[in-house]
């Protein structure tokens, strides 16, 4: 089975540009996450998608981040413009379930973003 | 916002020796996950144990769970080298949409 696929890798931009990630999840996987993990911390959740519909995105910067997930299927992740303070890994994750009873999440390998 | 806090922050064992990672956590859970992330990869799931469990074991790993006193405890017993990495909590709360909220982790190294 295939796993969570990420892309790019990794990302260096200028602070005010634009970036764009894309996240492809394991197939027949309901939920998408996208969690954003700063150097030393823990990842935070931003949004969470069940199918194409939103569930949280509490902790989404709305002024600056929009994330999709067009057909249920794969999600892009967009900041526009990037702040110095967005340089993090972003990690995208995948579960079967609804994602309400907290099922195991299944995560890609992530996009570094540096942002100069 | 953090929900689990991890003891210690670091840890540096040989390898064969057991590694102990605690977690503490604020509200009620669901259920409480551990994972590893190693240098430069994606965090991988080891364990779930849910609210009205107080010990699982995978291969190597032990888990145990103290609601009352709403912590946790990660085991690794003989350790290798190839354990090295960041261990990090994560808890789905009684009533959310099941979203993980992960603590700072502690970071294992295993020494040869």
């Known amino acids: 089975e295939a796993g969570v696929a990420q892309s790019p890798r990794y990302k260096i931009i200028e602070k005010r540009q634009s970036v764009a990630f894309w996240c492809n999840p394991i197939s027949g996987h309901a939920t998408l996450y996208w969690y954003q993990q700063i150097l030393g911390q823990g990842p935070k959740l931003l949004i969470q998608?069940?199918?194409?519909?939103?569930?949280?995105d509490s902790q989404l910067p709305k002024d600056r981040f929009s994330a999709e997930r067009l057909k249920g299927v794969d999600s892009t992740l967009k900041i526009q413009p990037a702040k110095l303070e967005d340089s993090a890994v972003y990690l995208c994750a995948s579960s079967k379930d609804s994602g309400v009873s907290g099922d195991t999440q299944y995560f890609g390998p992530g996009t570094r973003l540096t942002v100069l | 916002s953090q929900q689990g806090e991890e003891d210690p922050q670091a840890l540096s064992i040989q390898e064969g020796e057991n590694a102990t990672m605690n977690c503490s956590y604020k509200?009620?859970?669901?259920?409480l996950q551990w994972y590893r992330q190693n240098s430069g990869r994606g965090l991988v799931h080891l364990i779930l144990i849910r609210s009205n469990e107080r010990e699982k074991h995978s291969g190597r790993l032990r888990v145990t769970l103290d609601t009352s006193k709403k912590s946790s405890s990660l085991l690794i017993t003989a350790s290798r080298a190839a354990d090295t990495a960041s261990y990090f909590c994560a808890t789905v709360r009684s009533s959310n949409t099941g979203k993980l909220i992960f603590g700072q982790g502690t970071t294992l190294q295993v020494k040869p």
């Open positions: 998608f069940q199918n194409n519909g939103v569930v949280d």
């Open positions: 509200t009620s859970i669901n259920n």
